[in-house]
């Protein structure tokens, strides 16, 4: 018969919490990276169904005039972007799908060193730029380019078309970077 210390109890206990943290981390990460792709791909979908390519500038033959939502501040503008991030690196929408298959891979591989151990904002904002890189990179792979359609600004002056996707990214960009200035100060440690 063996009897285990109290310090062997706690090992125990402490690897059980972590074994139930870590699984709720992924279960954080793997939803909202759900969430996000579906939401974007839907809306993408619906935006594409519904709405004839729009000119956000100058009046351009065959192109409609953006749809407003929240008067000219936020529109609909549906746009085919077939480059990169803000249009950059145009007509190259294949490749970047291939290279987002590896951009993929490196996220899940990222939350699994380093996302089941921190705290609860690395997971869920790895999800969101996994969502984000899931969405367009179907869009690359599938159609060749990325719907665009969310149309923000004031007057003359606005920012790049985006799309759901794009969002999720830029809120994880920004989060990763909170979590790389904050680290353990936002676990409450």
Known sequence: ?????????????????DGAGAR????????????VAITDQSSKAWVDATF???????????????TPI??????????YNDGGIFGLVGDSAPILGL?????????????????????PLLSLTL????GGAIGN???????????????????????YTFNVADAAISTAVVGLLAVSLL???LRGH
């Open 1 to 17: 018969m063996t009897t285990t210390s109290a310090e062997e109890h706690a090992g125990e206990a402490s690897r059980s919490v």
């Open 24 to 35: 709720s981390r992924w279960a954080l990460f793997a939803s909202t990276a759900a969430v």
């Open 52 to 66: 004839a390519l729009a000119a956000t500038g100058t009046v351009v033959p065959g192109y409609a005039r953006p």
């Open 70 to 79: 929240v008067g000219d501040l936020v529109r609909i503008a549906k746009s």
């Open 99 to 119: 290279i987002s298959i590896v951009v993929v891979g490196f996220i899940v591989v990222f939350q699994a060193r380093q996302g089941t151990q921190g705290g």
């Open 127 to 130: 999800g969101l730029l996994l």
């Open 137 to 159: 990179m179907a869009d690359r792979l599938r159609l060749g380019y990325v719907v665009d359609f969310v149309d923000m600004g004031i007057g003359d002056f606005r920012w």
């Open 183 to 185: 680290g353990d100060r």
